[in-house]
């Protein structure tokens, strides 16, 4: 059994843990507030973008553009989204998983014609251990995300894609809906689905009927309907990306804000027990020396 000392001892080191995780969780929950205000400003405009776009594709237009041009998957690139930091629970574990998984389904590539785009330190590390070299370092965007440099990998990953030295794009991030709820969500971000576009932006119309006002879907398109979606298509798919940024941006301060509540909560719980331990302790002691002095006096 510890000593009293060495009890105390520990109870004093879990109440200095408890007070930084405690600090960890107040500027966590901070910076959650922040992102959450940014997620929820921005996908009014994402979704106002998307509908705009579906409303010209109604009467089944023929829509020419490089980013729906679906071809043999020779060479591909994975976009994973983590934090820079850690104790966050298992938010860059989860996508460090996922990746597994999705380069498990590229297999029969060879290595060269995967290319890794890591957005944070976490999934960076990761990447490097697998073998593969990360296309660059997007450190910067995992900590303060921006739509310049948002703009900037969209734009990137399209003139790749238009030019077909890649085949296809995929997604890796945290979908961000609540704060105790954060979706891990592998997505096809090229070639864009219009059609699965058009269901996802339909099924919101439906969900949120009774919320949202009813217009008149009647444009005057010029040049053509066919030339604004094709215009509009890059819009959105940078948009994408710098929606997607924010989305894990949010779900890592949610997770980290979990993360340090939990542990603030197990400190609080294993000083109690500890506490219980020494009483008990001294109280043993105590009890021992009454009784070696009442044996004492009564030879």
């Known amino acids: 059994m510890a000593s009293l000392k060495e009890v105390k001892n520990r109870i004093s080191s879990v109440k200095s843990t408890r007070q930084i995780t ?6 966590a929950s901070a910076k959650l507030h922040k992102a959450q205000d940014r997620v929820l400003g921005m996908y009014p405009y994402q979704q106002k973008l998307n509908e705009i776009l579906i409303n010209f594709m109604g009467n089944d ?3 020419q553009s490089p980013y729906t041009e679906v071809r043999p998957v020779t060479r591909v ?4 989204f983590s934090s820079n930091s850690s104790l966050c629970g298992a938010f860059n574990l989860n996508v460090a998983k996922m990746l597994e998984q999705t380069l498990e389904d590229y297999k029969s590539l060879p290595k ?3 290319l890794m785009y890591p957005i944070g330190r976490k999934i960076e590390e990761t990447v490097k251990k697998m073998g593969y070299v990360p296309q660059g370092s997007y450190q910067v965007m995992a900590d303060k995300p921006a739509y310049t440099d948002a703009y900037k990998l969209a734009e990137q990953l399209m003139n790749e894609f238009a030019a077909k030295h890649i085949d296809r794009v995929e997604l890796i991030y945290h979908h961000f809906k609540s704060m105790g709820t954060q979706i891990l969500t592998r997505e096809k971000f090229l070639p864009i689905d219009l059609n699965k576009m058009v269901q996802e932006v339909r099924k919101e119309r439906v969900e949120n009927a009774k919320s949202l006002p009813t217009y008149n879907q009647d444009y005057i398109v010029e040049p053509s309907a066919e030339e604004l979606i094709a215009a509009l298509l890059p819009k959105v798919l940078c948009q994408k990306i710098f929606t997607v940024l924010q989305d894990s941006n949010a779900s890592e301060h949610a997770a980290r804000t979990m993360a340090m509540q939990t542990a603030t909560d197990n400190a609080n719980e294993l000083i109690q027990d500890l506490t219980k331990q020494y009483n008990k302790g001294r109280q ?12 004492g006096s009564m030879k």
Do not use: F, H, P, R
Request: proline share 0%; charged share 15%.
């Open 61 to 63: 237009l023929s829509v």
């Open 112 to 114: 060269e014609n995967i």
């Open 22 to 27: 405690s600090a960890m969780k107040m500027v």
């Open 284 to 295: 043993q002691a105590i009890t021992n020396e009454l009784l070696d002095i009442i044996g």
């Open 77 to 80: 690139a994975i976009v994973a």
